[in-house]
C-alpha cells in the first residue's frame, strides 16, 4: 500500500471512530482544552491529594501517579506511613510533593482542586478529619471518593463538589437523604457513579459511558479513575471532568484488553491512559 493510500485509510478509520462516540461525549471531549505551549509550571493545575490509611497503602498511590502525567503539580499528604512508602519508592516516582497532613493547610489554597479519600478507612477518626477538612474549605474544588465518601454526612458535601461513588456508596447516600439525590444535584454536585456502565448526573443530565471489560474489576481501577478526574477538574468544569474521566478510563482498559485481554491491572491502566487520551483527542471531531 503506498503512503498515499495508507494516509487515506487512517483518515477514514479516524472518521468512524469519531461516528462512534455518542454527542454527549463527544461535546465534552470538545471542552478540553490541552496545556498552551507558552504555559509555565503551575499554570496547568495543582492537585492536592488527601488519601491512605495504615490498612490502604496502594489506592491513593495509583491516584497520584495518574494524576501526576496531566497536572503541573500534585501534592500528597496521607499517613506516616503512606508518605514514607511513597517517599522510598522515588526511584520510580519522582512527581509529587510529599506532606504531612499536619501541612495541609500550607498547601490547600495553592490547590485548584483537592482529591480525598481515595485509601481512607471508614474510622471514626476519618470521619472527623474529614468533617473538618471539607467544612473549613468548603469554596474548594472537592472530588470525594472511598473512605471520604463512605464516612461524610450527605449534607455536608461541598457545592460544585464531584462524588464518585460505586453503587453500593451511592446507595448509602440516597437513602441518608431518604431515597433520592436530588438534593444534592439541585446543590450543583455531580456524581459519577461507576460501573459495568458509568452514569454522570449532573443537574438535570445523565450521561451513560459505556465500555471497559472485567479487567477493570481489579483492585485500584477507580482509584485511577479519581485521579483522572480530580486531574481534570483543576482546569475543566464538574462535568466535563467527571465525562471525561470515566470515557478515557474505560477507553484505556479496552485498549489493554486488545492486547492481554482481562489480565491487567491499575497500573497498567495508569501507563495506558495518556496514550489513550491523547490518540482520541486528535481524533475527536
Not at 69 to 96: C, I, R, T
Not at 204 to 213: C, P, Q, R
Request: with cysteine; glycine share 8%.
Amino acid at each position: 500500500m503506498t503512503n498515499f493510500l495508507y494516509k487515506q485509510v487512517l483518515r477514514h478509520l479516524c472518521r468512524i471512530r469519531r461516528m462512534t462516540l455518542s454527542p454527549d461525549i463527544s461535546d465534552q471531549l470538545r471542552k478540553i482544552t490541552p496545556p498552551d505551549p507558552y504555559s509555565h509550571k503551575g499554570q496547568n493545575g495543582k492537585l492536592l491529594i488527601i488519601g491512605g490509611s495504615e490498612l490502604f497503602h496502594a489506592a491513593s498511590k495509583w491516584s497520584l501517579d495518574i494524576a501526576s502525567k496531566f497536572v503541573d503539580m500534585v501534592f500528597y499528604a496521607s499517613v506516616p506511613s503512606n508518605n514514607q512508602l511513597v517517599q522510598q519508592a522515588k526511584g520510580e516516582f519522582w512527581n509529587g510533593i510529599v506532606l504531612d497532613r499536619s501541612a495541609i493547610a500550607d498547601y490547600i489554597a495553592e490547590a485548584d482542586c483537592v482529591l480525598i479519600g481515595p485509601g481512607m478507612d471508614r474510622s471514626a477518626e476519618t470521619a472527623a478529619a474529614v468533617t473538618t477538612l471539607i467544612t473549613q474549605y468548603a469554596d474548594k474544588r472537592w472530588v470525594i471518593d472511598a473512605g471520604a465518601l463512605q464516612t461524610l454526612e450527605p449534607e455536608l458535601f461541598p457545592d460544585s463538589s464531584i462524588l464518585t461513588p460505586h453503587h453500593g456508596e451511592f446507595e448509602r447516600i440516597s437513602n441518608l437523604l431518604g431515597g433520592t439525590t436530588d438534593s444534592l444535584l439541585a446543590r450543583g454536585i455531580t456524581i459519577l457513579l461507576k460501573g459495568p456502565s458509568d452514569y454522570v448526573y449532573h443537574r438535570s443530565a445523565v450521561t451513560t459511558i459505556t465500555g471497559g471489560n472485567a479487567g477493570m474489576t481489579k483492585g485500584g481501577t477507580g482509584d485511577v479513575l479519581a485521579g483522572l478526574v480530580a486531574a481534570l477538574y483543576c482546569k475543566h468544569d464538574a462535568e466535563t471532568s467527571a465525562v471525561v474521566g470515566s470515557f478515557i478510563n474505560k477507553q484505556a482498559g479496552e485498549h489493554l484488553a486488545k492486547t492481554v485481554g482481562p489480565f491487567f491491572n491499575a497500573s497498567d491502566l495508569v501507563q495506558a491512559i495518556p496514550e489513550v487520551f491523547w490518540r482520541i483527542l486528535r481524533q475527536a471531531p
